[in-house]
C-alpha cells in the first residue's frame, strides 16, 4: 500500500506569515489527493482536492500545488482562525488513506 | 442543506459488537458514495471503509477486512458499519462522509461523529 507522510509534524508561526506543509506518496498519485482541515474539537473540512482545486468557500489564502509523490499545502497571510491539524488524503485508489497531520498554530 | 447524522455509538466489551447507522439528507443519497472514517483519541484520521452508490464497490482498511461490514439502505437513505470482534484499538469517534460524487473518494461532507470505546 502507498504510504502518505507530512511535514513538519507541528508548526507555530505568526499572523500574517507564509505556513508551508509538505506531504508526500511512497508513490505516484497523479494529482488524486486532498486537504483537510481539522480545528479542535471540530468535524474534518475539506479545503482543496485534485491536489490544487479549492474547495467552494474555502478562503484564497489556501492554496495547494503537487503531481506525482510530491504535493504542497501553502497559507498565505496566515491568520488566527487558521489555528488547526491539516491532513492529506489520497484517493486514487483504496486504501484511501491519510496522512499524520500537521498541527498549525500561532506564534 | 446535506446532513450526516450518525448514531449507535456507545461503551462495549472487547469481542463484542455494534452497529453504527448514519442517517442522510438534503441530498440524493442513491448517487454518493458513502464513507466511514475514524479517530482515535488525540490521534489523527484514519479511512475505514467505503461503498459505492449502488453498492457494487466496497472497500476496507485491512485492520477492518474480515470484522467490519459496511452497507447502505437507499430507501432509507441511510448507512451502516457492522463492527463485530471488536477491540481496543477500535476505540475512536466514527465519521460518516460523503464522497465527491464522482467516484472520487475525497470527502466533502462530514457528520458530527459517534464515540465508539471498546474497554472491559
Known amino acids: 500500500d502507498i504510504q502518505m507522510t507530512q511535514s513538519p509534524s507541528s508548526l507555530s508561526a505568526s499572523v500574517g506569515d507564509r505556513v508551508t506543509i509538505t506531504c508526500r506518496a511512497s508513490?505516484?498519485?497523479?494529482?488524486?489527493l486532498a486537504w483537510y482541515q481539522q480545528k479542535p474539537g471540530k468535524v474534518p473540512k475539506l479545503l482543496i482536492y485534485a491536489a490544487s482545486t479549492l474547495q467552494s468557500g474555502v478562503p484564497f489564502r489556501f492554496s495547494g500545488s503537487g503531481s506525482g509523490t510530491d504535493f504542497t499545502l501553502t497559507i498565505n497571510s496566515l491568520q488566527p482562525e487558521d489555528v488547526a491539524t491539516y491532513y492529506c488524503q489520497k484517493y486514487n485508489s483504496a486504501p484511501f488513506t491519510f496522512g499524520p497531520g500537521t498541527k498549525v498554530d500561532i506564534k | 442543506e446535506v446532513q450526516l447524522v450518525e448514531s449507535g455509538g456507545g461503551l462495549v466489551k472487547p469481542g463484542g459488537s455494534l452497529r453504527l447507522s448514519c442517517a442522510a439528507s438534503?441530498?440524493?443519497?442513491?448517487?454518493?458514495?458513502m464513507n466511514w472514517v475514524r479517530q482515535a483519541p488525540g490521534k489523527g484520521l484514519e479511512w475505514v471503509s467505503s461503498i459505492s452508490s449502488s453498492s457494487s464497490y466496497i472497500y476496507y482498511t485491512d485492520s477492518v477486512k474480515g470484522r467490519f461490514t459496511i452497507s447502505r439502505d437507499n430507501a432509507k437513505n441511510s448507512l451502516y458499519l457492522q463492527m463485530n470482534s471488536l477491540r481496543a484499538e477500535d476505540t475512536a469517534v466514527y465519521y460518516c462522509?460523503?464522497?465527491?460524487?464522482?467516484?472520487?473518494?475525497?470527502?466533502?461532507?462530514w457528520g458530527q461523529g459517534t464515540l465508539v470505546t471498546v474497554s472491559s
Open positions: 438534503g441530498f440524493t443519497f442513491s448517487s454518493y458514495s
Open positions: 508513490q505516484g498519485i497523479s494529482n488524486y
Open positions: 462522509a460523503r464522497d465527491s460524487g464522482s467516484y472520487l473518494y475525497y470527502f466533502d461532507y
